[in-house]
């Protein structure tokens, strides 16, 4: 029987043009079925009409609604169609474990902070979901996830509200109470925050470009987890990991923001290698860090290339590049701190020399003696650097201990940087 505006059809009937189609199991029986929105019908009615395994196809075009998913099916969007919340609620929610969207337009959510309005908004106990392709815009969260196991957020664009200020936008994908999430591959600029995430394990992020944010990433309480190949730029702060341990972190480029690069921040038993920190004003901001290991970083061109304070003592810290930052440590402690016990650090301001030509200086490094501590006290004496008095003033401090303070001590420098492309970072652009 037909009902009106849609038609069910056996397996192998002619495709027409229809408004809803059916596909059915070779039986007979009823099986997954796709249904076809077009323009000027209603999503939320084929939502509501589809099964459990079923996939709803979107056709182009403009779809005013607030759409609620309570149970497990696709949504599929062709060419990219455009569902608008009208500025009210959530765009999406999902209620339902194992639902997909993917290819969607998603914008004008609500802005009601204390009800977390969203693009898309996965409630509690809504596991093994996936959210792909999407352009989320004009929403105040992008992207929110809870209490979900399994999910994946994949290649998605999310645009926050460039209308409001930092403080009153969300953030662009929340995850909160996770495990074994995946988030991979999005684009988020003018959020509060562009991924927050808290009381989470075992996640992945990875190949996600964040701009434009207050953080582009917020990250506390997550343990067991892995960020890579991201980047984060031209934000107030680029990663920020707090309160974490069993992080691994490789492969991420932070660069031009506004304070830190990489903040670690109360973080035990990670792997901080092979991240570029540059053009930021810390570039690794360390703190109360301990039994961590961070190696073949480069770290270029901040103004100040690490801030080490709060006992951040028992880390192994070699293999990296320490170039052309205006201040290469600042080090607030009562003691010395050694690095490069396996293996040396490079410090572009190193003084000494390599007399054997094994690419190690023969006298150690210290990222803080009198002449640095001049050199922040008179910025004017970075003229006079290369000059011979200035060096015999280093080599007198370091004869006479009363002069020194405690500093970062890398008794083996390698006179030649790891990594051969850090000039490439002098012009600081999208890379």
Known sequence: MKEPGLIRAGKGAA????????????????????????????????????HSGDTVVVERGMYRENLLLDKPITLQGKDKPTISGG?????????????????????????DQGKQNSGVYVVPKA???????????????????????????????????????SVHRGNGIQVYNTRRSEIIDNQ??????????????????????????RYGTHYMNTHHSLWENNESY?????????????????????????????????????????NVV??????????????????????????????????????????????GNEEQVKFVASRDVEWGRKSGNYWSNYSGWDQDGDQVGDIPYEANDLVDRLNWQYPLMKLLLSSPSLQTLRFVARQFP?????????????????NPNWKKWNDLSPH
Request: proline share 2%; charged share 20%; aromatic share 6%.
């Open 278 to 323: 540059a053009g930021n004003d810390r570039g690794f901001f360390i703190y109360d860090a301990e039994f961590n290991i961070l190696r073949n970083n480069l770290v270029v061109r901040n103004r100040t290339g690490v801030h080490l304070s709060a006992g951040s003592s028992n880390n192994e810290v070699g293999g990296n590049d320490f170039i």
């Open 234 to 274: 031209l934000n107030r702060g680029g990663l920020a990991l707090m309160e974490v341990r069993d992080l691994i972190v490789r492969n991420n480029k932070a660069w031009g923001n506004e304070d830190h690069g990489i903040m670690l921040r109360t973080i035990q038993d990670s792997v901080v290698e092979n």
């Open 87 to 111: 500025g009210k609620g959530d765009v999406i929610r999902i209620t339902a474990s194992d639902v997909t969207l993917q290819g969607l337009i998603v914008r004008d959510s609500g802005i």
């Open 15 to 50: 495709a027409a043009a229809l408004s809803i189609t059916v596909l059915l199991a070779d039986i007979g029986s009823a099986a997954a079925a796709t249904l076809v929105v077009k323009p000027g019908m209603s999503i939320a009615e084929a939502v509501q009409r589809a």
């Open 127 to 165: 596991h093994r979901f996936t959210i792909a392709d999407c352009d989320i815009i004009y929403t105040l969260f992008g992207i929110w996830l809870e209490q979900s196991d399994d999910s994946k957020v994949l290649r998605n664009l999310i645009v926050g509200r460039r209308d409001l200020m």
């Open 188 to 213: 988020v600029s003018y959020t509060r925050d562009g991924i927050y995430v808290d009381v989470s394990s075992h996640a992945v992020f990875r190949g996600n470009r964040i701009h434009h944010v």
């Open 402 to 418: 009363v002069l020194r303070a405690p500093s970062v001590i890398d008794r083996h420098p390698r006179t030649r940087p790891l």
